[in-house]
């Protein structure tokens, strides 16, 4: 023998559908995060005094940038990334140097092919101890934008500012 049940109240509606919250994976965000690399032709430097007196005696301090790391994050607006850059370097004194303050201008570009989208130099001071000629600093930078709509050659680049 079958039974059924019925009842006289309708079924309640579906509750509608929560909104989608914009967001982003990990593993998206490793695919959309630009890589970084040091621009080989500025990766190096020396000052000389007096200016444009390019012979060993009169060198102050050479730089050199040596490595990098790059993290990126979601920016607030949802309309692309912030990248996060650390850059490692080192800075020599020469035969002019004299302990104290330098100041070092770093170039922090995001490019899409020839195209730039953030060119900015930022200056860091490296103190240059008075026990001795060498020193290594590090370089940060945050907050660089990267747009959405950058493509899959966006790159940032890092170097030395002449």
Excluded: H
Excluded at 33 to 57: H, I
Excluded at 86 to 96: F, M, N
Excluded at 108 to 113: A, F, L, Q, T, Y
Excluded at 133 to 160: D, K, M, W, Y
């Amino acid at each position: 023998m079958l039974s059924a049940c019925s009842t006289s109240k309708p079924e309640p509606e579906p509750a509608p559908a929560l909104p989608v919250t914009p967001g982003m994976n990990l593993t998206a965000m490793m695919r959309l995060c630009p890589q970084a690399m040091l621009d080989d032709d500025d990766t190096f430097n020396r000052v000389y005094s007096p200016a444009g007196a390019e012979k060993p005696e009169n060198l102050v301090y050479q730089t050199s940038l040596t490595d990098f790391s790059r993290a990126c994050t979601v920016a607030p607006t949802q309309d692309g990334l912030l990248v996060q850059l650390s850059v490692a370097g080192r800075l020599v004194g020469g035969p002019k140097a004299r302990p104290g303050v330098y100041k070092v201008p770093v170039r922090v570009e995001v490019v899409s092919g020839s195209t730039a989208l953030y060119d900015q130099v930022i200056t860091k001071e490296v103190t240059l101890p008075a026990d001795g000629l060498s020193t290594q600093f590090l370089f940060e930078a945050s907050n660089i934008p990267v747009p959405v709509t950058a493509g899959e050659n966006t790159r940032v680049r890092v170097g030395i500012a002449k």
